[in-house]
């Protein structure tokens, strides 16, 4: 072996021994200078929609609005900290959302995990960040079946209305009204199905009568058949617990068909401005749908959200998510300027014994499930959508009937 | 049951029967005539649709009108493709066998790429913008006005394409190439121009589908895949490489998953693939397939 080759041989191993002993000191030495958020959640594929909408603009605007004020103030180490927050695409595949919490947690090592979009996904990312002892807040996830797992995962909690409590105001509402006969229709997927399956038992016992009960399936294409059925049903409510697809076609092909009940509800998408945006404010007039927030809702920075959110996105934001997903972010802020550090196992503790006050009220987790909204039914009136139900948290008077749809 | 109730059924069947006829006639141009079967297809009524509704919401064109834009347009984009992606393919390709295999997995890739593109440039939205959303009574049968005019003109699209394929030059040359291409060349056909034509064609009925989709359903970066697997069936169950089964294949899968929709909603999906799988048992060939 020649001169040569034996001095940088050496250099190479002197090089290798500086990188590897030398980065891991310099990074210990650095103090922390972020709080990192990190979350996987649907930029493509059929949930993008939804996940945009409801958390990913949110969550966003959060960032730049803590970091406008310097960041979270931690007592531990007597500092402000800017909040970085990586996002990383899960392509709407339950299975990609898991792999990708655990390479935020074991390979980015971040902070904190906020919540992908959806039932099934937010409750898997759920098990998951337990698993590694995260404290986390389930976000757009709607199933009595959590209800069950929740005592499973003791560092989760849930801040969303459940389907028993929407559905429980909407069977209020249409006794309210003196309805006496519904026809519902539902899609055949996990959101229609319970909710389905809880309220037309329920109409039952109240004496109010189902007349029609019949699902349909997902990305249905012409709904007119069964439409046709209902109208000359002469029933007083049409309730559709649907997807933003069939909502928009309910809708349209309900109108074609001038199927006029006192009521219709439909369900996901109602809340949506999109939905706005397609029909007009005149056509939808009336419409109920779950929900729910409005401008009028009376907890501080609301209105200030509203605002800020359409002249940044250039939309109006998702009238049944929008504060639900930035009172989320408020209850991590809180909770870890309450502990004033990121110990997991107390922060983890704060979430289930604190009453947080945020834009959607004063949140308070019992059980693992959040127990005061801003709303659980909206109805569009002239272009807003208002809170009708709970009674106490109502920001207008139900319009009752419905008007019918424009020819 | 009276003249209404069976109107409902067959206009219903046929609008639904329509669309997928000419979406699954574009596909089997594709197929029976490029030999690529292309999964991206489904991206290209995705594009159609994309261009009417930015037509109609920026300078607030008909949509009907749009037509003449999209259709032209989508056709560009698949002339373009074919010829620097499928041809260069099928030139390197040993055997057509091999060719199909490998445009089969080109055409995936490209699904993705059109779906993103669109996805980076529009964003994940869901759209839509309303368009003769009123009431017409055909003798009792209530149909919305932007169904029938789809009907319409998917009925004229598929005459204006029919004229083409037996009456012009041109279609005769596509004819002579579906039949076997080596001969057809040897007859003085420009069997690359031609080849890509049909694959233009192709992307061209997909896109002016996807227009006339626009005027009723939800318009997202995501909603071409369905249709893709739509026309697939549309395609298999007529005969592969057969464009009037192809075509006959859509109508069917139309009208059958309308009258099913009217025993009960939720089996409609079911009944298509129960049509499938029990014409596959029977006669797997397909309807008009050799």
């Known amino acids: 072996m020649n001169d040569k080759v034996k001095y940088s041989r050496l250099t190479a191993c002197i090089a290798l021994l500086v990188f590897l002993v030398g980065i891991p000191m310099a990074s210990f030495a650095q103090t922390k200078d972020k709080i990192r958020f990190g979350t996987a959640i649907a930029l493509s594929g059929p949930y993008a929609p939804g996940a945009k909408m409801t958390q990913t603009t949110v969550y966003d605007m959060w960032v730049s609005d803590v970091n406008a004020k310097g960041g979270i103030y931690l007592k531990s180490i007597d500092k402000r900290l800017p909040v970085e927050l990586i996002t990383y695409d899960d392509k709407s595949d339950v299975g990609t959302s898991v792999k990708l919490v655990e390479k935020l947690i074991l390979e980015d090592k971040v902070d904190m995990v906020l919540a992908p979009w959806g039932t099934a996904a937010n409750v898997a990312v759920g098990s998951i960040v337990n698993k590694y002892e995260y404290p986390f807040v389930l976000i757009s996830c709607s199933s009595e079946k959590l209800r069950e797992m929740i005592h499973t995962m003791p560092y989760c909690v849930a801040i969303l209305n459940q389907p028993r409590d929407q559905g429980h105001d909407l069977v209020e509402l249409l006794k309210e009204f003196g309805i006496k006969k519904v026809a519902i229709i539902y899609v055949a997927d996990l959101h229609g199905i319970e909710f389905a399956g809880y309220t037309a038992p329920q109409l039952g016992i109240d004496g109010i009568e189902v007349s029609i009960l019949k699902s349909y399936p997902l990305g249905v294409k012409d709904l007119s058949p069964i439409l046709k059925q209902i109208k000359a049903a002469k029933v007083d409510a049409l309730i559709g617990f649907s997807y933003p697809p069939d909502t928009w076609l309910i809708t349209e092909q309900a109108k074609v068909l001038q199927l006029n009940p006192k009521v219709v509800y439909l369900s996901v998408g109602v809340a949506h401005p999109p939905y706005k945006y397609k029909f007009g404010a005149q056509t939808i007039e009336g419409v109920m749908g779950p929900g729910a927030w409005s401008l009028k809702t009376p907890y501080p920075g609301v209105r200030d959200f509203a605002e800020r959110y359409t002249k940044r996105y250039n939309s109006e934001p998702d009238w049944w998510g929008g504060i639900i997903t930035y009172s989320a972010l408020q209850v991590y802020q809180q909770a870890i300027e309450k502990v004033g550090s990121l110990d997991h196992k107390k922060i983890a503790n704060v979430f289930q014994t604190e009453t947080f006050p945020t834009m959607m009220g004063p949140v308070k987790f019992v059980d693992g499930f959040n127990i005061q909204f801003p709303g659980n039914i909206g109805q569009w009136q002239k272009g807003n959508f208002e809170v009708i139900m709970p009674k106490d948290k109502r920001t207008a008077a139900p319009e009752f009937p419905k008007p019918p749809w424009p020819k | ?290």
């Not at chain 2, 005019?149 to 394409?161: D, M, R, T």
């Not at chain 2, 075509?247 to 009960?264: A, D, E, F, T």
């Open chain 2, 1 to 290: 049951m009276d003249l209404s109730f069976f109107l409902d059924i067959l206009i219903g069947g046929l609008i639904m029967g329509g669309l997928y006829a000419l979406i699954a006639v574009g596909l089997s141009l594709q197929y029976g005539v490029a030999r690529v079967l292309n999964v991206s297809h489904g991206e290209f009524i995705m594009l159609g649709a994309f261009a009417t509704y930015s037509l109609y919401s920026l300078i607030g064109l008909n949509p009907i009108l749009s037509l003449v834009v999209s259709g032209p347009a989508v056709f560009l984009i698949g002339f373009f493709i074919h010829n620097t992606l499928f041809k260069r393919l099928r030139k390197l390709s040993p055997s057509i066998e091999a060719f199909e295999g490998s445009s089969l997995l080109a055409s995936f890739g490209l699904l993705f790429i059109i779906q993103n593109i669109a996805l980076l440039f529009y964003g994940p939205d869901i759209r839509g913008y309303t368009y003769l959303d009123n009431m017409v009574d055909f003798f009792g049968s209530i149909n919305a006005a932007n169904r029938l005019v789809a009907l319409l003109a998917a009925v004229v699209i598929g005459l204006v394409f029919y004229l083409f394929l037996f009456r012009a030059r041109l279609g005769k040359a596509i004819r002579a190439a579906a039949q076997d291409v080596t001969t057809a060349q040897l007859m003085g056909v420009n069997i690359y121009w031609v080849l890509g034509l049909c694959f233009g064609l192709g992307a061209l009925l997909a896109g002016l589908a996807g227009s006339l989709t626009s005027m009723m359903f939800e318009i997202t970066p995501f909603m071409g895949l369905p249709y893709t697997i739509i026309a697939i069936i549309a395609v298999v169950l007529g005969g592969l490489g057969n464009i009037l089964g192809s075509l006959i294949g859509g109508l069917i899968l139309g009208l059958i998953g309308n009258i099913v929709m009217y025993i009960h909603p939720g089996l409609s999906l079911i009944a298509y693939y129960l049509i499938f799988l029990l014409l596959l048992l029977i006669k797997p060939t397909g309807i008009l397939g050799k």
